[in-house]
T-cell receptor, first 115, second 111 residues
Framework: EAGVTQFPSHSVIEKGQTVTLRCDPI?????LYWYRRVMGKEIKFLLH????????ESGMPNNRFLAERTGGTYSTLKVQPAELEDSGVYFC?????????????FGQGTRLTVV | QKEVEQNSGPLSVPEGAIASLNCTYS??????FFWYRQYSGKSPELIMF????GDKEDGRFTAQLNKASQYVSLLIRDSQPSDSATYLC???????????FGKGTLLTVNP
């Protein structure tokens, strides 16, 4: 069974540009999460989808970040325009429907560097 | 502000010893507690989760939870060099699995 897949693995962009990160969750997982780890800090929650609906987006830093999950399958996280402080590793995780085992499976992350 | 605190380490133990990793959390309403292992450049991998006070054992790993002290720990028995990694403590609420992570403890097991 394929795990959580994230694209790209690395991205280097200039300040002011736009970047789109993609996450393919494990097939059949209703829950999808985005997290971010800024250098020297802990992994922090960004938002949570249940199927195609945003359940909780309380961790999104500001309106430069836009997450979508069309059709309840893969998700994208767009940063527009990117700022230096957006640099970090962006993790996606998925888990089965609510009420099941609480295991969230993480992808390997996208390392974003804004220069 | 919900916080999860871990000693950043590095924690160094000899092969075969018991490694003890500790974590405290600030929110008394926390309901679920997780230990993830992360090798450098890899994804966090769930080792154990625990909901109730006391101990939970799985192979060489034992998670311990004390809600009164707001403390959760992970013991690794018979530590192996392959256990060398960063161990992340995470705390959750309710059933939506939104997690708050600590910064992680780097464990090194010396052959």
């Amino acid at each position: 069974e394929a795990g959580v897949t994230q694209f790209p693995s690395h991205s280097v962009i200039e300040k002011g540009q736009t970047v789109t990160l993609r996450c393919d969750p494990i097939s059949g997982h209703d829950n999808l999460y985005w997290y971010r780890r800024v250098m020297g800090k802990e992994i922090k929650f960004l938002l949570h989808f249940v199927k195609e609906s945003k359940q909780d987006e309380s961790g999104m830093p500001n309106n430069r970040f836009l997450a979508e999950r069309t059709g309840g399958t893969y998700s994208t996280l767009k940063v527009q325009p990117a700022e230096l402080e957006d640099s970090g590793v962006y993790f996606c995780a998925s888990s089965p429907r609510t009420g099941g085992d609480p295991e969230a499976f993480f992808g390997q992350g996208t390392r974003l560097t804004v220069v | 502000q919900k916080e999860v605190e871990q000693n950043s380490g590095p924690l160094s133990v000899p092969e075969g010893a018991i490694a003890s990793l500790n974590c405290t959390y600030s929110d008394r309403g926390s309901q679920s507690f997780f230990w993830y292992r992360q090798y450098s450049g890899k994804s966090p991998e769930l080792i154990m989760f625990i909901y109730s006070n006391g101990d939970k054992e799985d192979g060489r790993f034992t998670a311990q939870l004390n809600k009164a002290s707001q403390y959760v720990s992970l013991l690794i028995r018979d530590s192996q060099p392959s256990d060398s990694a960063t161990y992340l403590c995470a705390v959750g609420w309710g059933s939506n699995y939104k997690l708050t992570f600590g910064k992680g403890t780097l464990l090194t097991v010396n052959p």
